[in-house]
């Protein structure tokens, strides 16, 4: 590796590290054997964490910044002034490679600007994770942004090599692309997740492989005025309609050579985590978003806690629920039983009467749940639940502690 | 008062003696001292037949659960695993349902933290590589783990690294893989692991640092969410984490920069470029589609070559069959294998010039499984039929014919986007954009078994070509 190419490494890194997905699961177990290099072993591994608190789990990097379109939100927009850099699909495989072997990363996420032609940009990428795969046996993880305006066939051989393809949806509303990135058309991402998951669907059933660690995709979040709901709005259609893996949410952050068309301030982080908590809700706990949203105020998720939290204060008339009575989608709906608490419930208490003590061997998130539960010696003194300050009381001593 | 004395670190063996032992004497727990004794790290008393005691029947979660606490570096662990076994032998079978029991729950703290363990070594050891004596490359590590799981983690670094000469160093025992077989060493030091500056290794821990510190979002800063999930103690092992404090002094500064700065003012550049180039993409000849054919991957691995269409443009009957068969995929070329040569005949029959038609398949390579020597054909799925229609359609486009003849079941559905009964529906029927025909394939009539049914089904094949000429 020489000067150059570290060179080069810095700015692409740099330029790719707006995007939020990372995650590295979700691909069939799989190994390189012999001649190859690598494996897969479906639940990813962090080899890093950066100071931002993320992780660092693929080399995530662009093919080029080097971009022909123009939208507003990205730092890489034609019209940005930043310095631009260009691999060869050679230099991407050899830093793949070594860095895989040195056991730091568990793949490659490749994105890239556009040059030349969408089809143009999506074919290098295709020729990264063919080379990867079928001249080095490379058993890595692959995941690959595509171009949703590239032909058709192109999105296909990328599905044929990578593990994850995702296309960024960036803006949840229409009319926000439009007017942030106007080469770019809702229709066309759309359309084009509809091909992928069509295609996903169809080699599973055919025991084929074709990004068999499914698709994903980005909103950006405070750039434009979406409300919560509406992102959580798009984000439901997405998991029911074309059948997404994950939509990441990515709070709009400030860049060097920001545009004017776009907010001074940054929204805050919190509302970025608090959407990853509603979407944990939507996917795993049997939560609409109508009921989400009711939680909070005007269309915005309550800032101050999380949306399970504020949907239980609002259905105060729901609570307390009995540990040792009720059934699973209700144990769920309490502020801090997780979804593998409630699996510990709903097992020990086939052969025991849950006692607070036990329950805080089963918990981390008593503390939160204890207004809301009764147990077999515990019942919350003249309804908890009633008093006005619950919110206020819940909130503030343990903010560091009620959250992860 | 029983004293078992069993070896440093994870004695799974040991243990499963002991248990054995103890168990066929009903041996309660509190008559039962467990100590570590001789430090003899990998199994260098495995000779140690199981002396005593049959096996022990035990619900498959609590083996799993004692493989993992025995690495655990507790010394307690032997007695609290030991009570587990003891309990759930006497009548407490469903004992690990117990979550809210205080042993099941220590044992599981125990075994989580273990785990833990396993998964940072699994992502915080780093490999640096050193050139061999042979020029080949070798590659170290030095790993520092709070447990016994250096037997552990090993199949997970052998299944990954298989095809490199690897060593990982750990104060807790040593593995060697030598590309075939994994050898077990002794405890390491730290500076038996050779010093950074010692390696030669293409400057990758360099592009890697300088990798971390890219992909870090200044306006972001969060060092406690990062030390919650790599704490310090790791950091000494992984070269990237000493760029670390300058990106965290700096990071208020860089944001307050970016802040500050005004809006950039964009340099003016055509948009109508960009939507242009999009527009141009497309193939612009059929010469240009079948490059790309050409380039494209097979959806199912093992066709020799793509076979792409042949026949003029602007022919005026383009027939589509299904796919290429073996002898199609060894020439490069459609219908050239029996079922070509019926349908040649066929066209002669019926008088039409094969030469002035537009000859192709639905899917472009050879499906087979290989039986002997022989390569048995197979025919494409529904979704391979859609993979390969965007092709066909663009193909197509090209040829302008003014009617498409599709031969058998395949080819009517790439036409038609549905399944389709060809005996029933065979005759015109309107494609999506085009005039079209349905008729059997030549390769059922191959597959006809009687002389005089065969000769109907050709005469009637005949007919349907005359018909579809007739139409075009």
């Known amino acids: 590796?020489?000067?150059?190419?570290?060179?080069?490494?810095?700015?692409?890194?740099?330029?790719?590290?707006?995007?939020?997905?990372?995650?590295?699961?979700?691909?069939?177990?799989?190994?390189?054997?012999?001649?190859?290099?690598?494996?897969?072993?479906?639940?990813?591994?962090?080899?890093?964490?950066?100071?931002?608190?993320?992780?660092?789990?693929?080399?995530?990097?662009?093919?080029?910044?080097?971009?022909?379109?123009?939208?507003?939100?990205?730092?890489?927009?034609?019209?940005?002034?930043?310095?631009?850099?260009?691999?060869?699909?050679?230099?991407?495989?050899?830093?793949?490679?070594?860095?895989?072997?040195?056991?730091?990363?568990?793949?490659?996420?490749?994105?890239?600007?556009?040059?030349?032609?969408?089809?143009?940009?999506?074919?290098?990428?295709?020729?990264?994770?063919?080379?990867?795969?079928?001249?080095?046996?490379?058993?890595?993880?692959?995941?690959?942004?595509?171009?949703?305006?590239?032909?058709?066939?192109?999105?296909?051989?990328?599905?044929?090599?990578?593990?994850?393809?995702?296309?960024?949806?960036?803006?949840?509303?229409?009319?926000?692309?439009?007017?942030?990135?106007?080469?770019?058309?809702?229709?066309?991402?759309?359309?084009?997740?509809?091909?992928?998951?069509?295609?996903?669907?169809?080699?599973?059933?055919?025991?084929?492989?074709?990004?068999?660690?499914?698709?994903?995709?980005?909103?950006?979040?405070?750039?434009?005025?979406?409300?919560?709901?509406?992102?959580?709005?798009?984000?439901?259609?997405?998991?029911?309609?074309?059948?997404?893996?994950?939509?990441?949410?990515?709070?709009?952050?400030?860049?060097?050579?920001?545009?004017?068309?776009?907010?001074?301030?940054?929204?805050?982080?919190?509302?970025?985590?608090?959407?990853?908590?509603?979407?944990?809700?939507?996917?795993?706990?049997?939560?609409?978003?109508?009921?989400?949203?009711?939680?909070?105020?005007?269309?915005?998720?309550?800032?101050?806690?999380?949306?399970?939290?504020?949907?239980?204060?609002?259905?105060?008339?729901?609570?307390?629920?009995?540990?040792?009575?009720?059934?699973?989608?209700?144990?769920?709906?309490?502020?801090?039983?997780?979804?593998?608490?409630?699996?510990?419930?709903?097992?020990?208490?086939?052969?025991?009467?849950?006692?607070?003590?036990?329950?805080?061997?089963?918990?981390?998130?008593?503390?939160?749940?204890?207004?809301f539960l009764i147990a077999a010696d515990y019942h919350p003194a003249g309804g908890l639940t009633d008093r006005l300050d619950l919110r206020q009381r819940l909130v503030t001593p343990s903010s560091q502690l009620s959250l992860f | 008062m029983h004293t078992i004395t069993l070896r440093e670190g994870a004695d799974l063996d040991g243990f499963r003696r002991a248990v054995r032992r103890l168990a066929a004497a009903g041996t309660a727990p509190d008559k039962v001292l467990w100590s570590v004794g001789a430090p003899s790290l990998f199994g260098g008393e495995a000779a140690l037949a199981s002396e005593g005691g049959a096996p022990v029947f035990l619900p498959q979660a609590v083996g799993q659960l004692i493989e993992t606490v025995v690495c655990h570096g507790d010394p307690e662990r032997y007695a609290l695993l030991y009570r587990l076994v003891w309990r759930v032998l006497n009548g407490e079978r469903a004992l690990l349902d117990q979550h809210a029991d205080p042993l099941v729950h220590r044992l599981e703290r125990l075994d989580k933290a273990v785990r833990r363990d396993i998964h940072k070594m699994h992502a915080f050891l780093r490999f640096r590589a050193l050139p061999g004596p042979d020029g080949e490359e070798r590659y170290v590590a030095w790993f520092e783990p709070d447990h016994h799981i250096v037997e552990a983690v090993a199949p997970f670094f052998v299944e990954r690294f298989e095809s490199m000469a690897w060593t990982i160093l750990t104060p807790k025992g040593s593995l060697h893989w030598d590309r075939r077989r994994l050898m077990s060493g002794p405890p390491a030091e730290r500076p038996d692991a050779p010093a950074h500056d010692r390696f030669v290794d293409d400057r990758f821990a360099e592009g890697w640092q300088r990798y971390y510190e890219s992909t870090f979002n200044p306006a972001r800063v969060n060092p406690t969410a990062m030390r919650a999930e790599m704490p310090r103690k790791y950091w000494a092992n992984m070269p990237e984490t000493a760029a670390i404090p300058a990106m965290v002094r700096s990071a208020p500064a860089r944001v307050q920069a970016m802040l500050e700065a005004e809006a950039a003012v964009p340099r003016r550049r055509m948009p109508e470029k960009a939507v242009a180039a999009m527009a141009r993409q497309a193939p612009d000849s059929l010469?240009?589609?079948?490059?790309?054919?050409?380039?494209?991957?097979?959806?199912?691995?093992?066709?020799?070559?793509?076979?792409?269409?042949?026949?003029?443009?602007?022919?005026?009957?383009?027939?589509?069959?299904?796919?290429?068969?073996?002898?199609?995929?060894?020439?490069?070329?459609?219908?050239?294998?029996?079922?070509?040569?019926?349908?040649?005949?066929?066209?002669?029959?019926?008088?039409?010039?094969?030469?002035?038609?537009?000859?192709?398949?639905?899917?472009?390579?050879?499906?087979?499984?290989?039986?002997g020597k022989r390569r048995i054909h197979q025919s494409p799925t529904a979704g391979e039929v859609k993979h390969y229609r965007w092709w066909l359609m663009t193909e197509l486009g090209f040829v302008r014919p003014r009617l498409v003849v599709a031969l058998g079941a395949t080819a009517a559905l790439a036409m038609t986007g549905r399944p389709v009964a060809v005996l029933r529906e065979r005759g015109p029927m309107a494609f999506d954009g085009w005039n079209g025909f349905i008729t059997v394939h030549p390769s059922y009539l191959l597959r006809l078994?009687?002389?005089?049914?065969?000769?109907?089904?050709?005469?009637?094949f005949v007919a349907d070509l005359r018909r579809a000429a007739a139409l075009a």
């Not at chain 1, 190859?36 to 479906?42: A, N």
């Not at chain 2, 065969?454 to 009637?460: G, N």
């Open chain 1, 1 to 371: 590796m020489d000067d150059a190419l570290i060179e080069k490494l810095g700015i692409l890194a740099d330029a790719a590290k707006y995007d939020a997905s990372c995650a590295s699961s979700g691909a069939k177990p799989r190994r390189g054997g012999k001649e190859g290099l690598g494996s897969t072993t479906g639940a990813g591994i962090c080899h890093a964490y950066t100071p931002d608190g993320r992780c660092v789990s693929l080399l995530k990097i662009l093919l080029t910044n080097h971009c022909l379109f123009d939208c507003v939100y990205c730092i890489n927009r034609r019209s940005s002034n930043v310095r631009r850099a260009r691999f060869t699909v050679e230099e991407v495989v050899e830093l793949t490679l070594g860095f895989y072997k040195r056991n730091c990363i568990e793949g490659l996420f490749l994105s890239s600007g556009i040059i030349r032609s969408p089809d143009h940009t999506m074919e290098q990428m295709m020729l990264v994770a063919r080379t990867l795969r079928r001249d080095h046996g490379f058993a890595g993880y692959i995941h690959l942004k595509t171009i949703p305006e590239a032909s058709p066939w192109l999105i296909e051989q990328a599905g044929l090599w990578a593990d994850r393809l995702s296309i960024n949806l960036e803006l949840p509303s229409d009319h926000s692309l439009k007017a942030f990135a106007p080469e770019k058309n809702g229709g066309t991402i759309k359309a084009v997740m509809g091909q992928v998951n069509e295609r996903i669907v169809e080699a599973k059933e055919e025991r084929r492989r074709f990004s068999p660690a499914g698709q994903s995709t980005q909103l950006i979040v405070g750039a434009d005025d979406a409300t919560d709901r509406s992102v959580l709005e798009t984000s439901g259609t997405l998991y029911q309609r074309y059948g997404l893996r994950r939509v990441y949410y990515s709070a709009f952050s400030p860049i060097p050579e920001a545009s004017s068309v776009l907010p001074v301030k940054p929204p805050p982080l919190q509302r970025e985590n608090r959407l990853y908590q509603a979407d944990w809700l939507l996917r795993y706990y049997g939560f609409t978003v109508e009921e989400i949203a009711s939680g909070g105020e005007g269309g915005m998720l309550d800032l101050g806690i999380d949306p399970k939290l504020a949907w239980a204060l609002k259905n105060r008339e729901r609570f307390p629920v009995d540990v040792n009575r009720a059934d699973r989608e209700m144990l769920l709906r309490v502020p801090g039983l997780g979804a593998r608490a409630v699996d510990k419930i709903l097992s020990a208490r086939r052969h025991t009467r849950l006692r607070m003590e036990d329950l805080g061997r089963l918990s981390n998130g008593l503390r939160r749940a204890r207004p």
């Open chain 2, 287 to 371: 010469a240009d589609l079948n490059r790309l054919i050409q380039r494209s991957e097979p959806l199912v691995p093992g066709a020799t070559q793509a076979v792409l269409g042949e026949g003029p443009e602007g022919a005026a009957i383009a027939i589509v069959g299904e796919q290429p068969g073996d002898q199609e995929d060894r020439e490069g070329r459609p219908f050239v294998g029996p079922a070509g040569q019926l349908l040649t005949a066929a066209l002669e029959e019926a008088g039409i010039d094969r030469g002035g038609l537009y000859l192709t398949n639905a899917v472009k390579h050879f499906k087979f499984v290989q039986r």
């Open chain 2, 449 to 460: 078994p009687g002389e005089e049914e065969r000769r109907r089904a050709q005469a009637a």
